[in-house]
């Protein structure tokens, strides 16, 4: 009996639901075939306001359903082609707007004059280097430990950043840890004096001693090298470099020392020395002179409203995520000293503008096993400037008139080194522009879709206009719908009559029996 009863529930559950589904399917077909008749009013309406007379095609009824399809195959297939090539041009904006070109009205030239570098070879000063030893140490002249700090200074002062291994072995020594290098070179260092001449000889060349990767040097009209310093500088305040007309000045600069050899580096005002292209050795009683040759590289000025990573360029005065001031041998040099502060948590001092403890010599025997910075000059990569000026050594001439028939060198007191440097003037020159700005790529969405669709920004926008103003009126009919759904419910329950107490309704039946009473009884006369 009770296998009966299970059979009889579950054919009416089953009953229900199934009667449930075919309900539910009912509603939803019609509500599609609502939906459609009313998705191809919007279209004809958006066609016929559009004057797209494909997307009326498309839901025209009257016409044969094959020619609907192939309408509606022709629309779909033009839009596809027309966002396929919108996303070929909205990329070559992103990736490579820019165009190098080769410029060549070379007579209203003005260019810079390459900055020099000078690192000298002897550069302690004895009498400093006594003091300092005293005073740190406590050890004089006549002690036996006293050359071996010495042999320290030498190993501090002539160390960089590609050849410090006589620092690293003094490593092991605990009176060497808590010294500041940095403040030791600035100590016994021996200041020297170059007398510096130009062209222009009411331009003063601005000379800087500077701490680099060589040690200490000094830049000669090198703007750039005044970051440096690791003090806070800003671009519009940095001293211009020398400059000249190409083809109507001769262009040079000239630069006399006493008593002192060194090495030369020459590049570019608005880089910092780092590389070893034009590295230039000048010894006693040597007069040389060198000249160079330039390629310039100079930006329009509508690059500046391309970002960084469209251009694939940083100008100078743009501040970066690390650098208030860019050039890109700044940059690569931030890179090996963030990265030796990565691996022996210091940073050498080569680099004062780089936060971060300072190394002493147990740190550079840690950047020693590391091979520092041999492996970061391959990973360090950072982007070119906008502006760039590369100078190449053209033609050297050097003479020494200080030695005659094999003979010493004249006393140190008459003995003096030159070294004069020139440019060639240019008859060609680079120029970055963009050949493909935001307008560009506006007109050329107008064109793909004029090519694809036929269609216009009005006529977008009537499109536009033509689905949203329906869409807002279904959703407004929907809206009112319900909202009347809803006040036929509420008045329903207002108008509903409210259950009587109890006593009431007897009181309400025995009033009606006692009216039913006097109606049954018979009728009597009035006497006068």
Not at 337 to 357: I, T
Request: proline letters at 4%; aromatic letters at 10%.
């Amino acid at each position: 009996m009770s296998n009966e009863r299970l059979r009889l529930w579950t054919r009416k559950i089953s009953g229900r639901i199934l009667r449930g589904l075919l309900a539910f399917l009912r509603l939803l077909l019609a509500g599609c075939v609502s939906f459609s008749g009313r998705m191809r009013d919007v279209v004809a309406q958006a066609g016929a306001e559009t004057g797209l007379l494909a997307l009326s095609l498309c839901v025209n009824r009257s016409i044969h359903v094959v020619e609907r399809l192939f309408w509606l195959v022709v629309v779909i297939s033009s839009v596809i082609a027309a966002l396929v090539l919108s996303s070929f041009q909205l990329e070559r904006y992103f990736s490579s707007p820019t165009v190098i070109s080769v410029d060549r009205d070379y007579r209203g030239w003005n260019g810079s004059l390459p900055a020099v570098t000078l690192c000298y070879y002897d550069h302690i000063d004895s009498f400093k280097a006594n003091e300092y030893i005293q005073e740190v140490w406590n050890v004089s002249i006549i002690d036996e430990d006293y050359f071996y700090f010495m042999d320290f200074l030498y190993a501090v002062v002539n160390a960089t950043a590609g050849n410090y291994a006589e620092l690293a072995k003094f490593a092991e020594d605990e009176r060497f840890d808590q010294v500041d290098l940095y403040e030791m070179i600035e100590r016994v260092d021996r200041p020297f004096e170059q007398v510096i001449s130009s062209f222009d000889s009411g331009f003063q060349v601005h000379v800087q001693r500077v701490m680099t990767e060589r040690g200490a040097c000094y830049a000669i009209n090198s703007p750039m090298s005044t970051v440096l310093s690791g003090q806070p500088v800003a671009y519009e305040l940095m001293p211009q470099p020398l400059s000249c007309q190409y083809g109507k000045q001769q262009c040079y600069i000239r630069m006399d020392l006493y008593e002192s050899t060194g090495v030369l580096d020459v590049h570019s005002p608005f880089e910092v020395s780092a590389t070893e292209a034009n590295i230039v050795a000048l010894h006693k009683s040597d007069e040389i002179t060198a000249s160079f040759k330039v390629l310039e590289t100079v930006a329009s000025k509508n690059l500046r409203q391309l970002s960084v990573a469209q251009r694939k360029c940083v100008f100078n005065n743009e501040e970066t995520s690390n650098l208030k001031i860019y050039s890109k041998s700044l940059c690569l040099a931030r890179c090996r000293a963030v990265m030796a502060l990565e691996m022996c948590n210091c940073v050498p001092f080569f680099y004062p503008y780089v936060e971060g403890p300072s190394c002493n010599p147990a740190g550079f025997e840690c950047l020693l096993d590391f091979k520092w910075p041999i492996w970061a000059l391959h990973i360090c990569k950072c982007p070119s400037t906008c502006t760039e000026i590369e100078y190449t050594m053209q033609t050297v001439k050097k003479s020494s008139w200080g030695v005659k028939n094999n003979e010493e060198v004249a006393s140190s007191e008459t003995a003096t080194s030159s070294f004069r440097w020139d440019l060639i003037p240019p008859k060609v020159r680079m120029r970055r522009d963009v050949v493909y700005s935001f307008e560009d790529l506006v007109v050329s969405f107008g064109g793909v879709l004029a090519l694809f669709v036929g269609v216009s920004v009005m006529g977008l926008v009537e499109m536009g206009h033509v689905l949203i103003n329906n869409m807002l009126l279904d959703a407004f009919a929907v809206l009112r719908l319900v909202l009347g759904h809803l006040r036929r419910c509420w008045r329903r329950s207002d108008h509903k009559p409210e259950a009587q107490p109890v006593n009431d309704r007897l009181h309400h039946l025995n009033e009606r029996l006692s009216l039913a009473d006097t109606a049954e009884l018979p009728p009597f006369d009035y006497v006068n």
